[in-house]
C-alpha cells in the first residue's frame, strides 16, 4: 500500500477549466503511508488522509497541514518515513503558496 501526491493548479475534480498537474510525487508511496498511519494526530488534516481513497487539500489546508508534517517528521522512527515527509512538507507548502492550488493524496 502507498499513498502518491499531485499538486495542481487548480481542482482536479470540479474545475470548468482542466487542472494542470504541477508536481506528482511517486518515491515514497509506501513510506509516506506507514508514516501517516504511525504518526499523524489524529484529528488533523494529516490524519484524514484516506490510504484506500483520494483526500484533497485545497491551498489554506495545506497551510494547516505544513505544521502538522513539521510535527509528523519529528515522530517519523525510519529515514524512509523522513524522506516521504519532508517530501510531503515541500509539497505542502508549494500548494500553500500558490493561490488556487490543491493537494491530492492518491491512496492504493
Given amino acids: 500500500m502507498g499513498i502518491e501526491i499531485a499538486l495542481y493548479d ?5 474545475s470548468r477549466l482542466p487542472a494542470r498537474s504541477l508536481h506528482l510525487s511517486t518515491a ?3 513510506a509516506l503511508a506507514e508514516a501517516l498511519a504511525a504518526h499523524a494526530a489524529p484529528g ?3 490524519g484524514a488522509v484516506d490510504p484506500y481513497g483520494d483526500t484533497l ?3 489554506q489546508d495545506a497551510a494547516v497541514a505544513f505544521d502538522e ?3 509528523l517528521l519529528a515522530r517519523c522512527t525510519t529515514e524512509g518515513q523522513r524522506a516521504a515527509v519532508r517530501d510531503l512538507r515541500n509539497l505542502l507548502a508549494n500548494c500553500a ?3 488556487g492550488s490543491w493537494l491530492i493524496f492518491l491512496g492504493d
Fill in 10 to 14: 487548480g481542482h482536479p475534480k470540479r
Fill in 28 to 30: 515514497h508511496g509506501p
Fill in 44 to 46: 488533523g488534516r494529516l
Fill in 57 to 59: 487539500l485545497n491551498e
Fill in 69 to 71: 508534517a513539521t510535527a
Fill in 97 to 99: 503558496a500558490t493561490p
